[in-house]
Structures are given as C-alpha cells and as structure tokens.
C-alpha cells in the first residue's frame, strides 16, 4: 500500500502516520492503556503521539448568533473554511427568499410547518456555531416531515430543494432552513434532501430518531456552480434505534457541513456515510461530531472523497467522544481521500477522545494519497488496460459509499454524475502511480 | 501451444544504494501441457520471480530474458502479458472496493477476448465454473476480494483462471492457507484446466501437501534466487523427507566462500 501519505500531498493529520496507515484500511487505534479520569480532558487527551488535536472536549452551543462572536478565521471551527467565500452567509440577513420544494411523500408522512416558538424547535440540539445560529434565528420556525410510528414506507420521502439564482433584481438573498424529521418509533423511514439549482442557502437539519426506529437521511449536494451551502445536521438516536446518514457533495462553490449524533438511550447505532468530489476551486468541508454519552451505543463512520483540478480542496473533521458513562461503546471511523491531479489539497483531521476504558473497541484511519498501485497492478494483471483499470478503481472508490444510500435509482444518477465528472478527467492514464 | 522461456534472469528490489538482488540468474521453460513445481524455503525469491513475469512494477530486471512463443515479456506491460496469456494467481488478491465480482470478471474477460462476451453464455460459464469451485452464486455481486476469507480469494484467483483460459498459470503458494477441502477444490479446478490440455502450469509452493493433489511433470528446487536442483515427481518426495536444509547449508557455503 502506498497511497497513504507519502506523496508530499498535503495531508493535515492530528496522528502520527506510522499508527494510521496501516495495510489496507489503516490501523486500529485499540483501547487506551490509560482511561481520561474526568470529563474535563484537555484537548488531545487520547492523541497519538501527544499532538494537539484542537478540538475541543466540550462544544460551546447556543441559539444566540452573538454568543460566537463574529468568526475570523482563526477559530478551530473555522480556520479551513475560506472566510470570504463563507461571508456572504454569515454576513446575510434575514430574507423571505426560499428554495423550490418539490416533495414526495408517501403515506404515513405528514409535512408541517411550526414556529419559532413551538416546544419542538425550543428543543432541538443548539447550534454549535455562529453561522448554525443564525440559521436557527432566520429561519423563524421549521419546517417538520412527520413520520407515524410504526410506519413502513413503500418508498423513500424525497424533499428537492432547488435554488433559483436570486429574486428578479438580481440579488441572490440568502436562503434560510431549519428542517425537522420527526420519525415515531419503531419506524421505517428514508428521507432524501435533493439539494441542487443555484442558491445561498444555510439549513440547519434535526433528525429525532424515535425509540427502535430505523433511519436513513441522504443529503445529496449537487447545487450548481457557484452556490453556498452551509449547514448543521443533528441526529438524536433513540433507545435502540438506527440511524444512518449519506452525505453526497458533488456541486457547488463552497459547502460546509457539521453533522453531529448523540445518543438519547442506550443501545443505539449511527452510521455516517460521505462521498465528495472537488474540482477545480470547489471548497467541501464535512466535520463530524459523534457524541457517545451512554451506554452499548455503536457509531461508524466512513468518509470517502476525491479531488482534481487546481484549487480542489476537501476538509474533513472527525471528532468521537466516548464520555465516562459510555460503556460498551464500539467506534469506528475512516477517511480516504484519493488525489486525482497536483493542486489539490485534503485536510483530514479524525479525532477519538475516550473516557473509559470499558469499551468493545475505538479506531480511526485516514489516509490521501494518489491511486493505489497494488489495486491497478491486480486489475491490469487480468488483461485490463491500465485507463480502464483507473476508472474502475475511482468509481468503485464511490461506488463503495454510494451504494449505502439503498435507493437504486438515486444511486444510478450519482454514479452517472460521477461517470461524468471521471470523464472530464483529462488523461487519466497520465497520472502518476506510485510504486512501493 | 504456448512456451514461456526464462533464461539468465536477474531482478533486483529498491533504488540506488538500497538495492538488492533477489533473483540470481534463473533458467526455466514452460510448455503447454506441463506442470513444474517450484519448491524453495521462504525467502528464496519464489514470489520474487511470479511477479517478475507478470509484470509487477516493484520489481527491477537488471538482466536476462522472459519470452512467450519468442515474444520478448518483459517489453509488456502488465496487462499487455496477460492478453498474450499469461496469468498469476496471487497468493495475496487485493481487495478492490466498490468493483464488483460481476463486474470485474466481464471487464477482464472483455479485455483478454479483445470483445465482450456472448452475455447469455458468460452468464452460464459463471454459474457453472462457481458452481464446480463451491463458490456460493451470491459472490458475484460483493465487491472483489472485499472481506473474503483466505478460502475464497484462492477460489476467486482460480475462477479467474478457469474463465480467463491462459496459455501460462502462474500459481503463487495458491496452497498457503487452505484447509484440506479448500486445497482439494482448488486443486481440483487447476487440474480442469491441464486436463483441457492447453495451459503451461507454473506451481510455486513452499510446501508438498498441494502436491498430492496437482501432480507435476517437472520439480525445481529454488534457493537464493536459483534453481538449483531439478528432477520429476521423486524430487519433491525428497523435500518432503528431507526438507530444504541440505540445499541451504550449501548455498550458505557457497555464499561465504
């Protein structure tokens, strides 16, 4: 294996690479030797090799945008995000400006609007930024997808949110979301955000996933060229429950994602699924906090992104917290970036802080690098010429997560997306591969 | 008929300095129809010389020749020698995420054929070479080598033999790690294929045991990066008795002369 790291790619890592790139998937980072003996650790309590990992062990959270403080780009939160092609959404004010829903709901679903003031929005989990803040302040309500408990849908509920590239003067005014999917237990349910179309748009997301329930958010960002795209996602996991989150950003000028889980009983399970692709100046940034509070809960998180052109830039951030009651926790979380050209750059910075040591087992592996030699010298082995042999393994790289979204025809037109974007690609058979 | 010809080949891992040479000058002909085994102690450079033929990018030649029916090998690429016939089973597959099992069998025997293959009866060779190897029929829809046991990657490197039909099997220790019914099966789709009569078998083991099972025409006993001794079948009923020892203490020798 030699993608891994050693391409003078420039590759942030709060991890020592000999303990991350191990063979194939990476290195299991194996139960601490020396549980944290309170919640109050230091960042970079369980860092590999002492680094700091500058993340936080308490999230500051609040509805109240000025509790931030105006974000300088100095911020742990915020110093990837480009801070001038952000602006526009921390600067926006509050605008009528929506995006064109177009829904489907199949039975047992139920579409509503609350506002500001109902108890649901007064308690969803707070914001953890500035930008978050004043998305849940803007928004002035949120709109609820209701799903019945015990419901089973024949088919999954699709909500397309369409920018419209501004009002008829020209202005672009940011647009302003707070969704909420309520899902009752012991629940079936599939919902899809379609987000696509020119816009500024900043949606903060809640899923309450109800006791037993079993979810499925897919976020897919295929927004036109030139669009902003912030938002918060939270998932509440109930006793029992599944949840499982896609997260596909493909379009789009900059798109900053912050999706977090906590556990609302024991025995819960969260599955965090991202694919991206960058090109030429695209800014993705996917930052991940799972938060183990209680007990027997399980998270796995897989992250998989590629980036070609000049100025492709990918960010990822993955924080796991494994507090002192979260006994019986098992953790999982993996980020690869593939680099397709040179001038593209991949942070990925995974974070596991642990607090007790009576848990089944907590890793992390990240790893950016160029193709994998050894994958093409197996295809090419069997008579594949080596360009076919490159578009297999990059779309197999995608195929890998996308293939977790469970809806055929959704998956057939982000593979044909992808297909697209691959071919694009100029001389693929040109790029270097390393060789061990 | 296909005959692969290696003569005087040296090949050397690392760069510069770092340098080192595995394989020493060996000398080997292959024909259509036969079956060598190659038998030498770990670290001898049995593995060092199955990827050397097929091509892999690790490896340096720094002298000598492989040709298949006079073509010059080592002027292929690697998936060059695999469409003029030559095929490497591996003794580590490498798991390709995302590729399907499906996929990558009609891509590859897309790419050996020069065309597609009739859809209906690929399909039916599929099932039926699966079959033969106990492969259950859900494997071809998992992704290639993804999560398989040790088993089944050696059942899928052989299904690929049997439907890639190559004029050289290279066989590296296709034998580590089976249990008996594993091996036996294994075996069994290995000897399809000699029994069709077409394929040149090149079986690279550190052990016997697989032996009883592929019978070879010709054993060749590899140490330090040569051949150093050759004979039939009754060759290999000597290692199994006596072990490696007496051929190592003897390059040792010759080594510290």
Redesign the interface.
């Known amino acids: 294996m030699t993608d891994q790291n050693t391409t003078g790619l420039t590759t942030e890592s709060a991890v020592l690479a000999g303990e991350l790139f191990g063979e194939g998937v990476g290195t299991q980072a194996g139960p601490p030797t020396t549980p944290a003996d309170s919640t109050a650790v230091a960042p970079g309590a369980h860092s590999h090799g002492g680094t700091p990992t500058g993340s936080p062990a308490e999230r500051f959270t609040s509805t109240d945008p000025d509790a931030f403080g105006v974000p300088t780009g100095r911020e742990e939160t915020w110093r990837f995000t480009p801070m001038k092609r952000i602006k526009p959404l921390l600067d926006g004010a509050a605008s009528d400006a929506r995006v064109t829903w177009t829904t489907d709901l199949p039975e047992g679903v139920e579409l509503t609007r609350v506002d500001a003031g109902d108890p649901l929005v007064k308690g969803l989990p707070e914001p953890v930024d500035r930008l978050a803040a004043l998305t849940r302040q803007n928004s002035d309500g949120a709109d609820v997808v209701r799903v019945a408990k015990e419901a089973q849908l024949d088919r999954p509920v699709t909500l397309g949110l369409a920018g419209t590239g501004g009002d008829s003067a020209g202005e672009m005014p940011v647009v302003w979301g707070q969704l909420v999917v309520e899902v009752g237990a012991f629940a079936k349910a599939t919902v899809v955000l379609d987000h696509s179309g020119l816009a500024k748009y900043s949606g903060g997301v809640t899923v309450l996933v109800g006791d037993g329930a079993q979810v499925t958010l897919v976020s897919v960002q295929e927004w036109a060229p030139g669009a902003v795209h912030g938002g918060q996602y939270d998932a509440v996991v109930g006793r029992d429950a599944t949840f499982k989150q896609v997260v596909v950003t493909l379009g789009g000028d900059l798109v900053r994602l912050v999706s977090n889980v906590q556990y609302a009983g024991p025995g819960g399970s969260a599955e965090l699924f991202g694919v991206y692709f960058s090109d030429e100046t695209q800014h993705q940034e996917h930052r991940l906090w799972v938060d183990h509070a209680v007990p027997n809960c399980t998270s796995n998180v897989l992250y998989k992104g590629a980036l070609q052109g000049e100025g492709a830039r990918t960010v990822w951030i993955g924080d796991v917290r494994i507090r002192p009651a979260a006994t019986g926790t098992e953790t999982y979380e993996l980020n690869r970036n593939l680099v397709l050209t040179d001038g593209a750059r991949a942070d990925s910075v995974p974070n596991l802080e642990i607090e007790t040591g009576e848990i089944v087992g907590a890793g992390h592996a990240s790893a950016t690098g160029r193709f994998d030699d050894e994958q093409l010298f197996y295809l090419c082995s069997r008579g594949i010429d080596a360009e076919t042999a490159r578009r297999l393994v990059v779309r197999g790289f995608f195929a890998d997560v996308v293939q977790h979204i469970g809806v055929d025809a959704l998956q057939d037109r982000l593979m044909a997306t992808i297909d697209a974007r691959l071919g694009a690609l100029p001389a693929l058979d040109e790029q270097p591969v390393e060789v061990a | 008929m296909s005959v692969l010809e290696i003569r005087d080949l040296h090949v050397s891992v690392g760069e510069g300095d770092d340098a080192k040479e595995i394989l020493r000058g060996v000398d080997l002909t292959v024909r259509s129809g036969e079956t060598h085994a190659i038998m030498g102690p770990n670290g001898s450079g049995k593995s060092t010389l199955a990827y050397s033929i ?5 490896y340096t030649i720094t002298g000598g020749t492989v040709t298949l029916d006079g073509e010059d090998v080592l002027e292929m ?3 060059e ?3 003029a016939g030559l ?2 089973a ?1 003794q580590y ?7 399907s099992v499906s ?2 069998l009609r ?2 025997a897309t ?2 054929k020069g065309e597609a293959p009739k859809l209906r009866t690929w399909v039916k060779d599929v099932k039926s070479e699966m079959e033969l190897l106990e492969m259950n029929p859900a494997f071809a829809e998992r ?2 080598n993804e999560g398989f046991s040790g088993g089944e990657k050696k059942r899928h490197e052989i299904l ?1 033999m049997r439907l ?1 039909k190559p004029g050289i099997a290279i066989l590296d220790e296709t034998d580590s790690g089976l249990d008996v019914d594993a091996l036996r099966i294994v075996s069994e789709g290995v000897n399809r294929s000699r029994e069709e009569g077409q394929v040149g078998v090149l079986l690279i083991t550190h052990y016997t045991r697989i032996l009883r099972y592929i019978k070879p025409d010709f054993v060749h006993v590899f140490v330090n990066g040569k051949v150093v001794e050759e004979g039939g079948p009754e060759l290999a009923e000597k290692l199994e008795n006596e072990g490696y020892a007496a051929y190592v203490k003897g390059s040792q020798e010759v080594a510290s002369a």
């Open positions: 097929a091509g892999h990018p690790k690429s690697v998936d020698r695999a469409r095929f490497l591996m597959p490498v798991e390709v995420p995302g590729v996929n990558f891509t590859a790419a050996i992704n290639v690929q890639l």
